[in-house]
Nanobody, 125 residues
Framework: QVQLVESGGGLVQAGGSLRLSCAASGPAFSGHAVAWFRQAAGNEREFVAAISWSGGTTYYADSVKGRDIISRDNSKNVAYLQMNNLEPEDTAVYYC??????????????????WGQGTQVTVSS
């Protein structure tokens, strides 16, 4: 199985930036698609971004398009979410997820087999 660990969350002022990291435990991560989801207090978990294994295909939620960049470094078994021009509405716990292939329903939580523990992002106004 794939084990994922997120890091990089924290408290930031509106307009600032954060880079979240998703580290995999071993080579089993190779070949997997990766996605980022977020869950605000009292809300359902929602899709943020997804990336294929090669990095050739990416998807973004409309709410973060133009501000966030998803990327990965397969040589290090790490995926990233660069978050720019953060807004208070971005406040949530951010989760990294992985699937064997980039799923057709990339925006649905049920499409992913492995999940990290989450990292808190708080954006103040």
């Amino acid at each position: 199985q794939v084990q994922l660990v997120e890091s990089g969350g924290g408290l930031v002022q509106a307009g600032g930036s954060l880079r979240l990291s998703c580290a995999a435990s071993g080579p089993a991560f190779s070949g997997h698609a990766v996605a980022w989801f977020r869950q605000a207090a009292g809300n359902e978990r929602e899709f943020v971004a997804a990336i294929s294994w090669s990095g050739g295909t990416t998807y973004y939620a409309d709410s973060v398009k133009g501000r966030d960049i998803i990327s990965r470094d397969n040589s290090k078994n790490v995926a990233y979410l660069q978050m720019n021009n953060l807004e208070p509405e971005d406040t949530a716990v951010y989760y990294c997820a992985a699937a064997r292939v980039l799923p057709s329903f990339y925006y649905m939580t049920r499409s992913y087999d492995y999940w990290g523990q989450g990292t808190q992002v708080t954006v103040s106004s």
